[in-house]
């Protein structure tokens, strides 16, 4: 997020999956010289992302000015472009009460508010600036932005056609209206919005946005080639960049004599998806595989593999490198090609002898149990909690399945759930002696079944060929694809998908049906 110029309020790229656009128009300010000069400092280091420099201007301005409603402002902004939302909205408040017939001090306001998870309030702001400019086009899609983390699709739908009304090349408005349909199920209307922020002006970044956006939607539906091929915008929206790296990119074209690092990118589960590509591609250039430590001893013996390193380690001498996320697109996978062969990780067999002793004294069918993924931040998540995840108390029916032991692989924040379970549900809890995925794995090489919503670990059972039953949410991952039940990725996963955003409670009433045919099956 950067400033204007002298005299406008700092604008806002897109950001990663449509964040808030800041004001754009400010009216003329006056204050005495020696302010002027200082804020016209401010507002040069602001431009030029230097938000320490600005913000000791600003306090400089306002040392001479306390009442400068611009200064106040600007500092503001620029303590929750660093994070400071509280002390952001402090000043930007204050601002407010001095001069509340400004439009972009509202809607600045608002995205702070938004951050902070305070909704309601961030809403009733971009509706005052609404209020005092009923054209203002930040303000619509800010709004927009707050409707959707609020989930209320429609009315979110509305304010970027309020948008678009006002501005019809408006492009941010249409990235944003896509990502809007595309979470409620409209992907066929949400493409043509996509395409048109393509082919419109647009701020730097939108396009990589909207392109990578469009790239989401076409591997949802199944259309994998052209969807590859806008997935490598993902590098250069948001400000995510490609590490940079001494030796070039490498095209796919085989060079059994040269050396190619495939780093890993993303999240963990990511990683052990995509894994399976990296023996793949050894068998036309030697690799070395950099990958998160969490994961290195578990990845250190894929077959082919010249060597496998953790991030932070010395990178051995290579002749090219590889983000592993654009290996699908240079080797051309389809759904039809995709390498669905599983198991293609396996657990450590001493480390998997020294769980099965300590799963031993469990009867019936041993069950894992994972609940929650990553926990956001408020303001990260567009449905301001992370989507994917449950409750444990959720999983109360299942306690009613004779012969299962469940036992719990839910680590972080959610873990301590395990200490209360359901009623009637007795789980047990090793997850202490769980150091890394290569535990994991061993834990998982003893059991019978894995349950869990969409996170790593269902990623991992399905790579080490165990049956899945996973949790999955209305607005799917693009990697399960649309309107099936399976998994071409993983030929022993069973999906289980909300038919509505938020119903979790249908999924696990068929979840219940599933698990008791699968003990019965087993007995």
Not at 118 to 137: G, I, N, S, T, V
Not at 145 to 166: D, N, V
Request: hydrophobic share 40%; glycine share 8%; net charge neutral.
């Amino acid at each position: 997020m950067t400033p204007g110029a002298a005299g406008t309020a700092p604008a806002n790229d897109n950001g990663k999956n449509g964040s808030p656009a800041l004001s754009q128009s400010m009216p003329p300010f006056e204050f005495a010289s020696s302010a002027a000069e200082l804020f016209r400092q401010g507002v040069r280091s602001h431009q030029s992302g230097r938000l320490d420099e600005a913000e000791t201007a600003y306090r400089q301005v306002l040392a001479i000015e306390p009442t400068h409603t611009d200064a106040l402002h600007l500092l503001g902004l620029s303590l929750h472009q660093r994070q400071q939302h509280e002390a952001g909205l402090d000043y930007i408040g204050r601002a407010i009460q001095l001069r509340g017939d400004r439009p972009h001090y509202y809607s600045n306001a608002a995205i702070t508010l938004q951050m902070l998870g305070r909704l309601d309030e961030a809403e009733a702001c971009c509706r005052a600036a609404l209020h005092l400019k009923p054209d203002y086009l930040v303000a619509h899609n800010n709004l927009g932005l707050i409707l959707r983390q609020a989930a209320r699709f429609e009315e979110a739908e509305a304010a970027y056609r309020a948008a678009l009304r006002h501005k019809p090349d408006f492009a941010e408005a249409y990235n944003n209206l896509g990502n809007v349909l595309c979470q409620s199920g409209r992907h066929a209307e949400a493409e043509p919005a996509y395409r048109a922020a393509l082919h419109l002006p647009a701020a730097p970044g939108l396009h990589d946005e909207a392109a990578y956006n469009l790239s989401l939607l076409l591997l949802v539906t199944g259309r994998l080639e052209e969807g590859w091929q806008h997935y490598e915008r993902r590098f250069g929206r948001g400000g995510e960049v490609i590490r940079p790296f001494a030796v070039p990119m490498w095209d796919g074209k085989p060079a059994p004599d040269r050396v190619l690092l495939i780093h890993a990118e993303q999240g963990l589960g990511d990683t052990l998806q995509f894994c399976r590509y990296a023996p793949l591609v050894a068998r036309s250039i030697r690799v070395v595989f950099e990958v998160q430590p969490a994961l290195h001893r578990l990845l250190s013996n894929l077959p082919g593999i010249a060597q496998t390193i953790a991030y932070g380690d010395p990178l051995p001498a290579h002749d090219f490198h590889c983000p592993l996320l654009s290996i699908p697109r240079l080797v051309g996978t389809r759904v039809e090609t995709i390498p669905g062969e599983t198991p293609y990780l396996a657990a450590d067999p001493a480390l998997a002898g020294v769980w099965k002793q300590r799963l031993s004294a469990l009867d019936g069918v041993k069950v894992g149990l994972v609940w929650a993924g990553k926990i956001y931040e408020k303001g990260q998540s567009a449905g301001g909690r992370d989507r994917r995840s449950i409750a444990l108390d959720q999983l109360a029916p299942l306690a009613a399945t004779d012969g299962v032991s469940f036992v719990s692989l839910q680590l972080g924040p959610s873990a301590a759930q395990a200490a209360h379970p359901p009623k009637g549900m007795i789980l047990h809890d090793f997850t202490t002696a769980i150091m890394d995925f290569a535990d994991t794995a061993a834990v998982i090489a003893n059991l019978d079944l894995v349950i869990a919503v969409d996170t790593s670990v269902a990623h991992l059972a399905g790579a080490l060929g165990k049956p899945v039953f996973l949790l999955n949410r209305f607005d799917t991952c693009w990697r399960w694809l649309l309107d099936r039940d399976d998994s071409p990725w993983y030929p022993t996963l069973r999906q289980f998908r909300q038919k509505t955003l938020g119903d979790w409670a249908g999924v696990v009433a068929e979840l219940h049906q599933a698990l008791t045919d699968f003990v019965r099956d087993r007995r």
